[in-house]
């Protein structure tokens, strides 16, 4: 475990996986405790792909691959480093067992910071293979609700900065179609309750919002989430679970029609030699 602080903010990074443990504002925890009997996660990393891959294989230079649903960082002990009392970096390096399953050399660099009440989380991607590498990233981060005790579930509301309206992409067994729906917002809100999530997540491609505000009229505790420069974007609950994740997406999973060419997936990022990618959303407690 691996903490990073200043004077409002108290963040716990696990090596493995580099994910998040905790997040605190002032000592009150807003991150997801991880309990099992609904989901054992807080925040995993998904790389190198997002959500699933079609019969959970893929094909590169007619050679088949499978990887299990978002990849296997989330799963792998990256190396910590901390950089400074409110910095810390974790890296994970391709091996011969990544290899196997994916077979790019990479270095993955997740770089955390504080300032403020807010709280950064960049990925960072590093081609370190001989040929052209091919990627996705996310985040998958889960903050507990209600906030309070004396609050619940349906108090709260997602604020979209710039959506009159939502459109989901619907899940076939984890995998998008093309079909949609529609989903209304009240004043460019969405309300929350347990129900949005019994058919799976939220699945949002291209939205006009940049932000995303949870919030609650009867409480003084919420956060502001921001993820400019990730065209998809994921909102789920484990069904009937005290929380919400926000999902910043570079990728998505693969299409009911999808050929299986890793190459022609919907959002994968081509990354040219020795290049580096980098991609940043921050959540700010209040």
């Known amino acids: 475990m691996m903490q990073i602080s200043n004077n409002k903010l108290s963040v716990v990074i696990h090596e493995k996986g580099a994910e998040l443990q905790s997040i605190q504002l002032n000592g009150i925890e807003y991150l997801w405790q991880a309990d099992a009997a609904y989901w054992g996660k807080h925040s995993p990393v998904l790389f190198p792909v997002v959500g699933e891959l079609k ?6 230079n ?18 910590a480093e901390q950089v400074s009392k409110t910095d810390a970096v974790f890296t994970l390096r391709s091996d011969e067992d990544t290899l196997e399953i994916y077979p790019f050399g990479f270095i993955l660099k997740i770089e955390y910071k ?3 009440a807010e709280l950064f989380c960049s990925y960072i991607v590093q081609n370190n293979d001989v040929k052209d590498m091919y990627f996705s990233v996310g985040g998958h ?15 709260y509301a997602l604020l979209f900065n710039n959506d009159e309206k939502l459109n989901r992409y619907v899940l076939h067994d984890g995998l998008t179609g093309n079909d949609t729906e529609t989903i209304a917002l009240d004043d460019k809100q969405l309300p929350l309750k347990q129900s949005l ?24 505790h919420g956060l502001k989430f921001k993820f400019d420069g990730f065209p998809y974007f994921g909102i789920w609950a484990a069904k009937g679970a005290p929380f919400i994740c926000l999902e910043p997406w570079c990728g998505i999973a693969d299409n009911i029609h999808h050929n299986y060419q890793l190459i ?11 290049d580096i990618w980098k991609q940043t959303w921050s959540v700010e407690l209040f």
């Open 55 to 60: 019969d959970g294989k893929y094909l590169f």
């Open 62 to 79: 007619e050679k088949e691959y499978k990887l299990p649903r978002h990849g296997f960082a989330r799963d792998k002990a990256f190396i």
């Open 114 to 116: 504080l300032k403020g």
């Open 141 to 155: 981060p889960a903050f507990k609700l209600p906030l309070s005790g004396d609050l619940e579930y349906t108090d």
């Open 197 to 220: 999530f019994y058919e799976d997540a939220i699945v949002l491609k291209n939205l006009h919002s940049k932000e995303i505000k949870l919030m609650s009229a009867k409480g003084a």
């Open 264 to 274: 022609t997936k919907e959002g994968i990022n081509k990354l040219g030699v020795g």
